[in-house]
């Protein structure tokens, strides 16, 4: 009966893909299977020493680096991160965190961390757009590896401005000293997952990898990203 009535509401209000704006299909969610069939996935996290793990080479310790999707200018997946970031369509955050890691389970490492834990927003940014977009995607992450989530031990204490058009070196500055961790005893001596959503440089991840180890000796930290640039 549930089914017989949304179909008859979907005739009126139908659902589109936050991609490509097409009708979306019985069981389809958010992103219709066209636009999930096109999305270029990486496949890191079955690549020990992939790209995104010598970004950090030499710099932090991390036990594994990985990201869902590449990322470029014009490309499926930038349309999907500007409506995840600016439109407002924060489930995408979710669906494609689940999607994640459901992938993520097919490696050790991933499978080992204890404890989720997003990249936060300013304050003041999260409270314009309504949501931290890195939050949803740790959620989905969250739900399908079956792992706690902590969104308050990490938190952005300066609001830094856009990377987008800074060098490698303006984005390692932009980026020094603007986490700090409340409630250590909460991620001390835990295998914490970081999310972000897009990764460039690292510049920003590695900010919150040396917060978290020097309030944590004893923490060991992974990455993983819906996006990153490609190599």
Known sequence: MKTLFRDFISLFYPNYCTICGNTLRKNEDCICMQCMFYLPKTNFHLQKGNPLEMLFYGKVPIEAVSAFYYFKKGNIT????HQLKYRGCKEIGFLCGYLFGLDLKKSDVFTSVDVIMPIPLYPKKQKKRGYNQSEEIAKGLAKALQKK?????????????????KTLFERWENTQDIFNIQYPEQITSKHILLVDDVITTGSTLESAVISILSACNT???S???LACTSF
């Open 149 to 165: 989530l902590n969104s308050k031990s990490l938190v952005r204490v300066i609001e830094t401005e856009t990377q987008t058009k």
């Open 219 to 221: 923490s060991k930290v």
């Open 223 to 225: 990455v993983a990203c």
């Open 78 to 81: 930038q349309t999907l991160i």
